[in-house]
């Protein structure tokens, strides 16, 4: 099975082996590699961007019996090849992801839960529902308690149950997840929650995050 790196390391370099490629639509070429750090587009995240021996890897998506491929302009030969990740991209997604999850977190403790995220620069936000009739948080307390998380630098914790990644943030809580994420919540300075809109039973909170 091929090894997902990204699961459980925040290195942007490795060493990795192209097993097979083949064509694919659009005129790429798509390569399976024995084990990978790009993390693929899903979950609410866009794909990892990077290179292979130098050259640009144009997306990266999960098929159906679970394996990364990955899509290039020209074909390269099986064997051994070197894997970039494009650090600024990466670290601008998980910024965004982890802050979903803070915000997923902070309005569990009111009553909501979150049943839908979409985590891309431009367009980020969390959905919610609520099952016992819980208020709407105001946008300045919810930016309060985002600032105090920040500001408690709360550690990101990856582990795995029963087969299943988790992701924690200190003390806040726990979900099920196959992202790319921060190593501390101090690394989310710069959130802004932009809007808080409810809507019947269904609450998205809005947010974007300041360059650093
Ligand atoms: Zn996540």
Same mark, same amino acid.
């Given at each position: ?23 694919? /639509?659009?005129?790429?070429? %798509?390569?399976?590699? &024995?084990?990978?750090?790009? $993390? ?5 995240? !866009? ?8 050259? /640009?890897?144009?997306?990266? %998506?999960?098929?159906? &019996?679970?394996?990364?491929? $990955? ?5 390269? !030969? ?16 998980a910024r965004l992801h982890t802050a979903g999850h803070m915000i997923g977190h902070l309005l569990e403790r009111?009553?909501?839960?979150a049943?839908?995220a979409?985590h891309?620069?431009?367009?980020s936000?969390v ?15 919810l930016s309060n308690h985002c600032a105090e998380q920040i500001q408690l630098a709360q550690a990101i ?10 992701v924690a943030i200190g003390n806040l809580g726990q979900y099920?997840c196959?992202?790319?994420h921060v190593?501390n919540t101090s690394e989310l300075a710069g959130l802004k929650i ?11 909170v809005?947010y974007?995050m300041?360059?650093?």
């Amino acid at each position: 099975m091929q090894d997902k790196l990204y699961l459980t390391s925040h290195s942007l370099t490795c060493t990795a082996e192209i097993l097979e490629g083949y064509h694919s /639509e659009n005129e790429r070429y %798509a390569v399976r590699l &024995d084990k990978t750090l790009f $993390h693929p587009q899903g979950g609410g995240q !866009p794909c990892d961007k990077g290179t292979i021996n130098g050259n /640009e890897v144009l997306h990266v %998506a999960q098929n159906r &019996d679970g394996h990364v491929l $990955h899509y290039l302009h020209k074909y390269l !030969p099986l064997g051994p090849v070197e894997l970039r990740i494009d650090g600024n991209h990466r670290r601008e997604n998980a910024r965004l992801h982890t802050a979903g999850h803070m915000i997923g977190h902070l309005l569990e403790r009111i009553g909501w839960q979150a049943v839908k995220a979409h985590h891309w620069p431009g367009e980020s936000r969390v959905v919610f529902r609520s099952s016992a009739n819980a208020l709407p948080p105001l946008l300045d307390d919810l930016s309060n308690h985002c600032a105090e998380q920040i500001q408690l630098a709360q550690a990101i914790f990856i582990s795995f149950q029963a087969g299943r990644r988790q992701v924690a943030i200190g003390n806040l809580g726990q979900y099920p997840c196959g992202g790319t994420h921060v190593e501390n919540t101090s690394e989310l300075a710069g959130l802004k929650i932009i809007r808080i809109k409810n809507k019947k039973d269904e609450l998205s909170v809005h947010y974007e995050m300041m360059t650093e």
